[in-house]
């Protein structure tokens, strides 16, 4: 009798997939738990920047990808960090530009920087304008509580017309966003 020879289990190439899929998927969710968690603890926002630029984006899909980058955006804005949040809030919506929590991210931070520029500096405000409405647009339940913000924003304007260039741009989406106020 000879000796037993082990056998290799062949598994479909489908079922590889959709348990790697899982696995990568249940990593980014626990990933993003814990660098909220270090989000919502100031003294640990250092380690949750660390956490996210530690991780290596190649094995997640672009809209994960995105949120990473918005992640990262709001603990470098948490840290002082502006430019460099600016720039992440960008890279995030280029990478995946359908992300509401993006828009509204990067709606509050251009809000943020046009209130601490004395409300000198209007870009920002037309900044603020249109990422919140992109965040409306793309069904952020958050975002269309911002609504009332936007209208408050109008009243700053000036005489460059930003926000109004803004609602302009935006005009039919406003239209299609106040038939859907009631959803959320």
Request: hydrophobic fraction near 40%; include cysteine.
């Amino acid at each position: 009798m000879s000796p037993a020879v082990p056998c290799a289990v062949s598994l479909p190439n489908h079922t590889i997939k959709r348990g790697l899929l899982m696995l990568i998927l249940t990593t980014f969710f626990l990933l993003t738990l814990q660098a909220r968690a270090h989000l919502h603890a100031p003294g640990e926002l250092p380690l949750g920047l660390h956490l996210v630029n530690s991780t290596n984006l190649d094995y997640f899909q672009p809209q994960h990808q995105a949120e990473l980058f918005r992640l990262k955006g709001q603990f470098l804005q948490a840290l002082g960090e502006r430019d460099q949040a600016n720039s992440n809030y960008s890279t995030a919506l280029t990478i995946w530009d359908q992300l509401p929590d993006g828009w509204l991210s990067w709606g509050s931070h251009c809000d943020e920087m046009y209130e601490s520029s004395g409300n000198q500096q209007s870009y920002w405000l037309e900044y603020a304008v249109s990422c919140y409405l992109q965040a409306v647009k793309h069904g952020s339940c958050a975002g269309r509580t911002m609504l009332p913000r936007v209208l408050h924003l109008l009243s700053f304007e000036n005489e460059t017309g930003a926000v109004g260039r803004a609602l302009d741009r935006k005009l039919n989406e406003v239209t299609r966003l106040s038939t859907s106020v009631g959803l959320c």
